[in-house]
């Protein structure tokens, strides 16, 4: 199931980094629908970011594609990953305890490594927002439906296995 709506929560603030993931989005499809949850967390607090993300999904609807950047590593150590939740929400983010909160709250079904597909729109200029943007490109490529969930990269989760 793809969803031509995708929620960005970041602790940017609002301005160019934030505008560049919109920008990344609408240029893999125009009419995606694009919303903030929010990019105040508060810097690097992947705690908080967690929390904010369990609390919200519920408030969207089923098929909702999330991309989360809140890392305190800025994409260095923790693998990007686009996870599918029990309840039908599909959440791109870093793999860095972030989904702790979702998976208590909705649980976890699936998650896939997205190293090789991020790969294809990287910033060579190191830019602060690469996480972001490489992201938001990931998840708008499912929410147009130019990849399903399986195309994005290899499994290294599911609830079966």
């Not at 490109?137 to 290294?156: I, M, R, T």
Request: negative net charge; aromatic residues 10%; glycine residues 8%.
């Amino acid at each position: 199931m793809s969803s031509a709506c995708i929620v960005l929560q970041s602790d940017f603030g609002h301005g160019n980094s934030a505008a560049a993931m919109y920008g990344v989005v609408k240029s893999v499809q125009a009419q995606l629908k694009v919303f903030d949850l929010t990019h105040h967390v508060p810097q690097f607090n992947v705690k908080a970011a967690g929390q904010n993300l369990a609390a919200q999904l519920l408030h969207w609807p089923e098929g909702t594609t999330f991309v989360s950047v809140v890392d305190p590593s800025m994409g260095t150590s923790f693998r990007p990953c686009a996870a599918l939740t029990e309840d039908g929400y599909y959440i791109f983010t870093p793999d860095n305890g972030s989904l702790k909160y979702v998976e208590e709250q909705h649980g976890l079904k699936e998650m896939r490594d997205l190293s090789e597909l991020k790969a294809t729109y990287a910033d060579e200029q190191g830019s602060e927002i690469l996480h972001g943007i490489d992201l938001a490109y990931c998840a708008a490529l499912l929410a147009a439906g130019e990849k399903s969930f399986e195309q994005l990269g290899p499994q290294y989760f599911s609830k079966e296995g």
